[in-house]
């Protein structure tokens, strides 16, 4: 940022947080830039151009202590509490929300989910400060500043996008 307003001293930044569908949504109609964001295969990104920055496989993420950390299965994860991301508006069909998607393609019940969260940073921060999971970008354990304090819980079964 410091070198960019170094470069740029006469342009505003003003820097927004959101799901990667709300920050697609605001491209579109003209509210934002650019976005770094989360764009899973799916995405309709025909009317974008998109570069990749990092591999951003959804992996379920922990605090580094967590008593399940050393998990195997997601059947082992039923029991916990989950901090989900949303846009708001969305329908609750379970495959807008890759969480729910994840529990149902492998045949278990619904997660706890104890909040819905819009911003990466929120979820991050309360990841890392309380017992709750959360299905994030890999980046997120290998990059930024929740880096040392996240690991991820690699259970066999992998997220089917």
Known sequence: MMEFRTRFERVKVHL???????????IREGLLDFAAALVSKNTDTADLSVTPLYPSDPV????????KAGARSLAELASCMWIATSSPNLTDDPKSNRLNHLFE???????RI???VEGLYETLHLVGETDCLSLESSAVVTR?????RLSVIDGR???VE
């Open 114 to 116: 104890v909040a819905t």
């Open 105 to 111: 393609t492998h045949g278990l019940p619904p997660p």
């Open 144 to 148: 930024g500043p929740f880096a040392s």
């Open 60 to 67: 379920v993420v922990c605090r580094r202590d967590h008593p």
């Open 16 to 26: 927004r947080v959101g799901t990667s569908r709300m920050m697609i949504s605001w």
């Open 157 to 159: 079964e992998k997220m």
